[in-house]
């Protein structure tokens, strides 16, 4: 299912957020990124003062190798190379304070804790319906019509994510009620508890069932649009065979078959009138479903 992200959130913690999704379960179950500490930022050697002390330390090997002390010429000298190694060995490394990215994307969590779901806030139910909402909404966004203005593009973009929001947060509030309520029933029930039992069932299912009939709105609205859809890419293809119409009309008339002209091929006038009366019914269809949404 993704992250879902209430709309409200900033656009580019909104998209952070979502990138992470793994990332935010590793939170979510306890995981704290490494701190650093300022002993292990002051710890070995940084790579300009081993640049700095490269002449220094050249000069002195040569000194050493050239005199009677070779031998102390050779210590420094494969000391110096083990000092280098071990600095190209940690920079190979990501250091457990230099992780930005991590560090940012947590505590954005935090921060935004309760404003965004993930798919451990469902449960396999939920999740479910959740991906229906997100299959209807997202064959609504990315639909032609949309695009091309014939619906409302501007409060598709604005109300659809807010369903899908509104109704992943009830169904996470639900997930939860019902995981605490199998966990009552896992651990019995007295029978003096049944009769109280019994009402909160319901309201579970009355709960559920006024989420499903949310997401049902939703797809009779992206059945809608797919009925526009269809018309809308139908009548451009009717468009594309009119343009084409008098070259037909040409090779009919140069070959002496003009009178043998299939009665299919005048009739495209008429099916591009009605499939733009089709498309009329379609859209305003659709804006009617779209106004039963905001109801």
Request: hydrophobic fraction near 50%; charge should be negative.
């Amino acid at each position: 299912m993704g992250v879902v992200v209430d709309p409200a959130v900033p656009p580019e913690v909104a998209g952070m957020l979502r990138a992470n999704a793994p990332l935010l379960s590793r939170i979510r179950a306890g995981w704290v990124p490494p701190a650093a500490s300022e002993e292990s930022r002051r710890s070995g050697p940084s790579g300009v003062a081993l640049l700095a002390a490269t002449p220094a330390v050249v000069g002195l090997m040569a000194l050493l190798l050239a005199g009677p002390l070779k031998w102390a010429g050779f210590v420094l000298l494969g000391g110096f190379v083990f000092v280098v190694l071990v600095k190209i060995a940690s920079m190979s490394e990501i250091p457990e304070d230099d992780r930005p990215h991590e560090r940012t994307v947590y505590e954005h969590a935090h921060l935004y804790e309760g404003r965004y779901l993930t798919a451990e806030d469902l449960d396999p139910e939920a999740r479910a319906v959740l991906a229906r909402a997100q299959h209807a909404i997202g064959s609504v966004l990315r639909s032609h019509v949309n695009a091309e203005g014939l619906l409302d593009d501007a409060r598709n973009a604005v109300m659809l994510p807010a369903q899908e929001w509104e109704i992943a947060r009830l169904l996470a509030k639900l997930s939860a009620l019902r995981l605490e309520h199998r966990a009552l029933q896992a651990r019995g029930i007295a029978p003096e508890v049944a009769a109280v039992i019994e009402p909160l069932e319901r309201a579970l299912a009355d709960s559920a069932s006024a989420v499903i009939g949310r997401v049902e709105a939703l797809e009779r609205y992206a059945g809608h649009v797919a009925e526009a859809e269809r018309a809308f890419h139908a009548r451009g293809q009717i468009e594309e065979l009119r343009a084409k119409l008098p070259r037909y009309e040409e090779l009919l008339a140069e070959s002496g078959a003009d009178a043998l002209a299939v009665p299919e091929i005048e009739r495209l006038a008429e099916d591009a009138e009605a499939l733009e009366r089709t498309l009329r019914r379609s859209v305003s269809s659709a804006h009617e479903a779209f106004r039963y949404l905001e109801g």
